[in-house]
């Protein structure tokens, strides 16, 4: 297993309500899990828990064998080759999309940066916008270039969160048949949250219902 998470448990410090409650989850490499859940359930805040956003009450997070997170250990966001699509897929509007996806990328010359941009851009299939800027490509395209950034560096895990709720019902469905492609041409191991039923069910190997913060069920699709 790529990924080990043990009874994970966590509550926000401003409430007293558990807001995760002894998650466990297993994911192979190359697997595709898709946590379904209302709004409300405890999907953005597990991400952050996996990503190093929160600290959890108790529990345990492995990736790659190493432990990243447990009573002793706490391995910091930056160190723990995590990548992350956000909802507003948070582009930085002044930087191009050559600089946004280079923004990851740590030790390699400017050559090489170059070169990373440019496979990346071919892997989401949107050549020669290098030098554009995020206002100046569609939705859609947007959506691409955050992943393109969240793969830049070559994360163990990439945490996907609603990625889909910007656009609309048109390409929300061509984009999410892509979305597979794409990750399962890199091999990317994914944990990917939505309130949507049937783009757990394109996207996903595997499901996690998930309510109150508590796994309800799972089921093995692919
Ligand atoms: N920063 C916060 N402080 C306190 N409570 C929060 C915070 N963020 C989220 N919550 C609460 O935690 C629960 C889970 O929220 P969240 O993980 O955002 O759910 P989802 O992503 O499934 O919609 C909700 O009850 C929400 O109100
Ligand atoms: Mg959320």
New binding site residues.
């Given amino acids: 297993m790529i990924i080990k998470i043990r009874g994970l448990n966590f509550t926000?410090?401003?409430?007293s309500?558990e807001?995760i409650k002894d998650f466990d989850l297993d994911i192979k490499e190359g697997e595709i899990v898709a946590i379904l859940?209302?709004?409300?359930?405890?999907?953005?805040?597990?991400l952050?828990l996996v990503s190093g956003l929160e600290i959890p009450n108790s529990g345990e997070i492995k990736i790659n064998n190493k432990v990243i997170y447990n009573k002793e250990t706490f391995i910091e966001p930056e160190k723990r080759n995590v990548g992350l699509v956000f909802q507003d897929y948070a582009l930085f509007p002044h930087m191009n999309i050559e600089k946004n996806i280079m923004y990851g990328l740590k030790g390699l010359t400017k050559k090489e940066k170059k070169a990373r941009v440019n496979e990346l851009l071919e892997l989401v299939n949107l050549k020669d916008v290098n030098k554009r800027y995020p206002h100046e490509l569609s939705g859609g395209q947007q959506q691409r270039i955050a992943l393109a950034r969240a793969l830049a560096p070559n994360p163990s895990l990439l945490l996907l969160?609603?990625p889909f709720s910007n656009l609309d019902a048109n390409l929300k469905s061509k984009i999410r048949n892509d979305l597979r492609l794409i990750l399962k041409k890199a091999n990317i191991t994914s944990i990917f949250?939505t309130?949507d039923q049937v783009d757990a069910n394109v996207l996903a190997d595997k499901i996690v219902f998930?309510s109150s913060?508590k796994i309800m069920e799972t089921i093995e699709l692919r």
Avoid: M, N
């Fill in positions: 926000y410090k401003t409430t309500t807001v859940g209302q709004s409300g359930s405890g999907k953005s805040t597990l952050r969160d609603e949250v309130h998930l913060g």
